[in-house]
Every structure is written in structure tokens, then in C-alpha cells.
């Protein structure tokens, strides 16, 4: 996205978690449907006032998250663009629907603001312990798209994107944000409509008669008409074939799992968004993603000055994990550097892509602490 | 459509693109109340692309594939979660849903009172066969105490739910009990319950002979259905019966009925003067 001319603009001093509601109204999003959970709860909190106040906009707490999830599949089905937020324990209770959502191609945003963990661990302490359950929380094996943010700005701007991705590809796309960018209070711009592309899921145009619910498409992609518009077809948790009925044919089965794979594999320069900083002659290079991000930024520019060719590879996407980008990175620097608030969910696939071919060093830190230029910084002139 | 009738009219509703056979078992009370739903929609003139089946999981759960209407099968006790959002967002749309005892009342337990004490406006057929089908026959909450289930072989200890006490403690604003033998009376209940603002419950006695019958000491499906008729009594008649002669007795009927507007009518009202529309 275009980054805004300022003097047309908004500009607001905002809640990583405001930008993330301005983010989704601007995308289109007429609908929300959650439980509170710290660090995620202001997102609900200001959509209960927001929504009904625009033309279609609805809003319902419900009893759990189980619920939030269900009324937000069904309120997509229905043709609506539907975020829910959460963090982490209420994540671990969206998981089964979660996966009907992938399974029955509904466009979804969820929103987890990740909180330390396991359990209610600690909930107004920034972690990045999520990565991975955003990846392979639910059952069975399945595509997914998860983003996340390391500013105020980014929260708008990525919320933006993940509906966009999500009505692309028909398919629930998870935004990560830990809790330091939730709670930070930063100006942001708001960008004019024609600053931002929309993008709406397509709707077919052939008769209800002829319409199959699962085909397959140029894109892998099959329209999507909402509950109630003349197009009567079975949505089903199940395997199914074309026609929406279950199946457990193999032939049907594989090309249906293969589908779901494609439709996303395809398009990954569309998907794997990064932002590299100072990367061209990098000889070491930090990887990271989040609030963590934003301190590596800054210990970069300081390794810098001190004559160490360092680079940054910020991560927007965090799956399909961005593989070119960081394969680019290992040609020309002799380490990676991967700081993260876990004991290791992104180093795990830079590892994988690395295979091997130059050293990556990780720092891990989980006492609910966020990662300080200082700590990067050390490890960058060890180097 | 006027004038047809019986096996012509249950067709009219029938995906013909389905492949059929169904799943339902050979004296299955499931098939019974589709074909109830299906005259119900009938005869309130409802437009197809106007009804939306939501359906949980279990046998009662496949119901939906079968008919020709916007059907959703979700997630097993989810049902009431999912249909909350589509008539928030499709507030003029038929919202029914389908689920089975299990599917209601254990896993989905919570869902069920929430959606009656919130009164969103749609209607819930619970198919109450007292067992847990399609996972073999293991007990369910409303398994009659003493009763045997793969999972209380020697009898179950527990004390059962009670679907209409519950629903209507917890704020319905249309209850009602029916049973598959009673087709008429059954009609009619769901009938009401789609047309009544707000939540509205019907639940439906329906035998399960493969799982529940068998091992219960019911020589055929037959069998139950001639215990159906003799236990069901209309809700008039059981209050007149002193509760010492009611034995295995169930009161059918409805239990309430109250006008209270739906969660989405309330919604859709305050959200209109937010918008300055007053
Ligand atoms: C989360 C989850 N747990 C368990 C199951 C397994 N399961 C499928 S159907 C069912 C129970 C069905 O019983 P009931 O709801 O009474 O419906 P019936 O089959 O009797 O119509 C269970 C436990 C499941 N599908 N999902
Ligand atoms: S197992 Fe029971 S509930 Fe399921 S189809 Fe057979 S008779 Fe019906």
C-alpha cells in the first residue's frame, strides 16, 4: 500500500488496537463478533460503538470464543466481512472452527493479540508464543495466511491487508500483534479512500442452475454468493466434492486438499509481504517481525555507525513463510540473526530454508520482557 | 406448488443434485421431522432462498444436505453460534436449526442457553433420542437414568436435562415439546416456532432403534414408536393427572409463548438511531 501524502489526510493519535478497528472499517468490515480478552479487548470494546453506527454494521458479544467464531463464519457465509480479536487462550478455543473455516473457504480476519503463555500465563506481557499455533493450531493438514504488525501504523495497514487476502483467496487470515503494539499510542495517518486498494470476494455470475459451489477456477478460487441470494448450496465441515456434498472418493478428496494448497501457493509474491532495510550489502542479517522488528531496526542503524554492514529483513507475512526473501538474504550475508520473544517459532523455518548454509544464531527471550536494541545490537557486533 | 401433497411435496423440496441414499437408519424418527420441516416450510409459504438450515453434528446433523434451502453443517454443538450470525447479518432471513440432544445440550450446552437468554431470532429443532447416534450409542444428558448406553453399561447414574425446563428457565421465548409419532401436532409446533419472534425451541422426541432401542430392551423400531404414543400426553391432559399417577409420562406441547422481539430487532433499532434515522 501506498504510504499516505500527509497533508490530505487524518491523522490520529491511536491504540495499536484503535488502528486495527480504523483498519478494518476502512477495509469494509461491517461486522464483529468475540469474547474480551486482555491485550485484545479495546478492538471489541470501540467496534461495540463503531458498528452501529454505519449503514449494515452489526456487533455481539457472545458467551465464548467458540461462539464468537461460529456467528463470525456465519455472518461471512452471509456476506459479510467479519473480524474477531482474541489472544491467546481464547485462540486455543477458536481452533476447530477455525479449521472449518479454512476446509469451507469463508473469509475471516482473526486478530490475536499474543499475551505470554502457556495457560493464562501473562496477560498484559508482550510474547510472540503464537507463531506456530496461528500456523498448525487446528486439525489436519491445510494452508493458511497469517500477518502481523510491529507499529501503529502497520495495524491499520495490515488489517487492511489481511481482509484483502482473506476475500482474495477465500480463507481465514490470521493478524499476530503482540501486546507492546497494541498498547502503544502513536500518531498515525488515516489514508483517503484512493490511497488503499479493497478488494471483495468474487460472486458469480453464471445462473444459480449452473452454479457449483467447489469448482475449480484460473485462480483455484470458486465465487462465493452469500447465504440468501438465490444460490442455495450445502456449506459442510466435511470433505466434499464440487457440489458442496460430502465425499471420501480419493480422487475427489486430493483434488480438493490439493485445491486448498494451490489457491495460495500460487500467488505467494502476492501473499509474502516484507519491508527489507539496508539488505543490499548486508553481511549480517536480522530477521524479526512484530514489536521485536522495530528494535532491530534501530540496533541495525547503530551497528551501522559502528562500520558493521548489518541489514534488517522485516517479516509482514508470517506464512507461507516468506522463503525467497530470506534465501536472497543467505547469498550474501555470513550470518542471520533472528531475535524473538518465544524460544524459536520463526528461526524454527528460517532454519529450514537456511539448511545449513550459514550460521543462525537466535535470541530468545521469554520473561515477558520485549527485546531491546541493546540485546540485538550485542549479538550484531559479535558477529 | 398449491395443491401438492405428501411423497410430491417432500420432492419439491429434495437436492436432486444429492447423491442419495441418506445416512438415517431404517425407522429412524429423523426422517420424520424432515419431512415435518419441510411441510412446515410448505405451509407457511416461505421462499426457498429465505430458510437458512443450520445444522450441528451428529446423525440429526445431516439433515441439511438433503433439502433444497441455504444449508450450513457446522461444527458439532456450534450450530446456534453460527446461525446467530447469519441472522444478525440476514436479520429477514429463516434462520432453523437442526441438532441433536447431544449436540445441544452437552457440547453445545452453553450455546443453547445463551442463544435462548439473548432471544436471537431463530428457531431450534432439538432431536431428542436420548443417545448419542452417530458416534455408536454412548450416553447422552438426556438419557433416562437406569438406561444402558455403550458408555453406562451397567446403567446410567446420572440425572438427565430436561430441554424445555431448560430452555425456558433460561429465557426463551418459545418452547415447545413434540414427538415424531404426533406429526400433525408437530407441524403446527414448528410452524409457530418459525413464525414467533425471538428464540424459539421445539424439542422432538424421535427414536433411535440402532442405538438407543436395542439395547433397551425395544423388540423393533415399532416398539418405540408405540411407547412414544403411550408416553406422550398432551400438556393439558398430564397437568390434570395427579403427579403421583404420571409414571413415565411426558408433557408435549407448548410451554411458552412470549412476543419479545429478537436480539437482531432490537439491534437493527438502536443501530437506526445511532444513524439519526429518529
Ligand atoms: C468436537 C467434537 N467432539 C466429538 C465429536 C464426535 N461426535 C460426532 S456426533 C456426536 C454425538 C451425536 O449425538 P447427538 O448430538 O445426540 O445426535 P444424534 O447422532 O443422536 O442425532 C459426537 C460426540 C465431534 N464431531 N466433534
Ligand atoms: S443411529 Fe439412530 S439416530 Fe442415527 S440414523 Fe440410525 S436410528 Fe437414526
Not at chain 2, 450409542?137 to 425446563?165: I, K, R
Request: charged letters at 20%.
Amino acid at each position: 500500500m501506498a504510504r499516505p501524502k500527509k497533508k490530505h489526510n487524518k491523522e490520529i493519535f491511536a491504540l495499536g488496537n484503535e488502528a486495527v478497528v480504523e483498519g478494518a472499517l476502512l477495509a469494509g468490515c461491517n461486522f464483529y463478533a468475540g469474547y474480551p480478552i486482555t491485550p485484545s479487548s479495546e478492538i471489541m470494546e470501540i467496534m461495540a460503538q463503531r458498528l452501529p453506527t454505519i449503514p449494515n454494521g452489526a456487533f455481539v458479544q457472545m458467551e465464548d470464543e467458540i461462539g464468537g467464531l461460529g456467528a463470525i463464519i456465519g455472518a461471512s457465509l452471509a456476506g459479510r466481512k467479519a473480524l474477531t480479536a482474541t489472544s491467546g487462550p481464547g485462540f486455543s478455543l477458536m481452533q476447530e472452527n477455525l479449521g472449518y473455516g479454512c476446509i469451507t473457504e469463508t473469509p475471516l480476519v482473526i486478530v490475536n493479540v499474543m499475551r505470554g503463555g502457556p495457560s493464562t500465563g501473562l496477560p498484559t506481557s508482550p510474547a510472540q508464543g503464537d507463531v506456530q499455533q496461528a500456523r498448525w493450531g487446528t486439525h489436519g493438514d491445510h494452508s493458511i495466511i497469517v500477518l502481523s504488525a510491529s507499529n501503529v501504523q502497520e495495524c491499520l495497514e495490515m488489517t487492511i491487508e489481511a481482509f484483502n487476502l482473506a476475500e482474495k483467496y477465500r480463507t481465514p487470515v490470521i493478524l499476530l500483534i503482540d501486546e507492546i503494539t497494541a498498547h502503544t499510542r502513536e500518531k498515525i495517518i488515516i489514508p483517503n479512500e484512493d490511497e488503499y486498494e479493497v478488494f471483495n470476494r468474487t460472486l458469480p455470475t453464471m445462473p444459480p442452475e449452473w452454479y457449483k459451489p467447489y469448482e475449480e477456477t484460473v485462480r483455484g478460487v470458486p465465487p462465493m454468493p452469500a447465504i440468501g441470494s438465490g444460490y442455495r448450496f450445502h456449506v459442510t465441515g466435511l470433505t466434499h466434492d464440487v457440489n458442496g456434498f460430502p465425499t471420501s472418493r480419493p480422487d475427489e478428496v486430493r483434488e480438493f486438499n490439493e485445491r486448498l494448497f494451490r489457491k495460495i501457493d500460487q500467488f505467494l509474491p502476492d501473499i509474502q509481504l516484507v519491508e527489507e532495510i539496508d539488505t543490499e550489502d548486508a553481511e549480517v542479517a536480522v530477521i524479526a517481525y512484530g514489536t521485536v522488528a522495530r528494535s532491530a531496526e534501530l540496533a541495525v542503524k547503530q551497528a551501522r555507525a559502528l562500520g558493521v554492514k548489518a541489514g534488517l529483513l522485516k517479516l509482514k507475512t508470517l506464512f507461507p513463510y516468506p522463503r525467497k526473501a530470506t534465501e536472497k538474504l543467505m547469498y550474501k550475508a555470513k550470518a542471520i540473526i533472528v531475535p524473538e520473544m518465544n524460544m524459536g517459532q520463526i528461526s524454527r523455518e528460517v532454519k529450514r530454508v537456511n539448511n545449513g548454509q550459514v550460521s543462525v544464531r537466535t535470541i530468545n527471550k521469554v520473561d515477558g520482557q520485549i527485546i531491546t536494541p541493546a540485546e540485538i545490537l550485542k549479538v550484531l557486533t559479535r558477529i | 406448488m398449491a395443491d401438492i401433497k405428501g411423497t410430491q411435496l417432500i420432492h419439491e423440496y429434495l437436492r436432486h443434485n444429492k447423491k442419495f441414499p441418506h445416512v438415517f437408519c431404517a425407522g429412524c424418527g429423523h426422517g420424520i421431522v424432515l419431512g415435518s420441516l419441510i411441510r412446515s416450510i410448505h405451509g407457511l409459504g416461505l421462499a426457498k432462498d429465505n430458510v437458512c438450515i443450520v445444522a450441528g453434528i451428529g446423525c440429526s446433523g445431516r439433515l441439511a444436505a438433503y433439502v433444497d434451502f441455504n444449508t450450513v453443517h457446522t461444527t458439532h454443538g456450534r450450530a446456534l453460534t453460527f446461525a446467530t450470525g447469519i441472522k444478525m447479518a440476514k436479520p429477514n432471513m429463516h434462520v432453523i436449526v437442526v441438532m441433536g440432544d447431544g449436540d445441544s445440550m452437552a457440547i453445545g450446552g452453553n450455546h443453547l442457553i445463551h442463544a435462548a437468554r439473548r432471544n436471537i431470532g431463530v428457531t431450534a429443532l432439538i432431536l431428542n433420542n436420548n443417545i448419542y447416534g452417530m458416534t455408536g450409542g454412548q450416553c447422552s444428558p438426556t438419557t433416562p437414568a437406569g438406561s444402558y448406553s455403550m458408555t453406562t453399561p451397567m446403567g446410567q447414574m446420572e440425572q438427565s436435562f430436561d430441554c424445555v425446563e431448560l430452555c425456558t428457565a433460561a429465557g426463551a421465548n418459545y418452547v415447545a415439546r413434540g414427538s415424531v409419532f404426533h406429526v400433525n401436532k408437530l407441524d403446527s409446533m414448528i410452524m409457530e416456532g418459525i413464525t414467533n419472534p425471538g428464540f424459539g425451541v421445539v424439542e422432538i422426541l424421535s427414536p433411535c432403534f440402532t442405538q438407543y432401542g436395542r439395547k433397551n430392551k425395544f423388540k423393533s423400531p415399532v416398539d418405540m414408536y408405540h411407547a412414544l404414543k403411550s408416553k406422550v400426553t398432551p400438556l393439558e391432559r398430564f397437568n390434570a393427572i395427579p403427579e403421583a399417577e404420571r409414571g413415565e409420562r411426558v408433557p408435549s406441547g407448548v410451554f411458552v409463548k412470549k412476543d419479545k422481539p429478537g436480539l437482531e430487532e432490537k439491534f437493527y433499532e438502536m443501530a437506526a438511531r445511532c444513524q439519526g434515522g429518529e
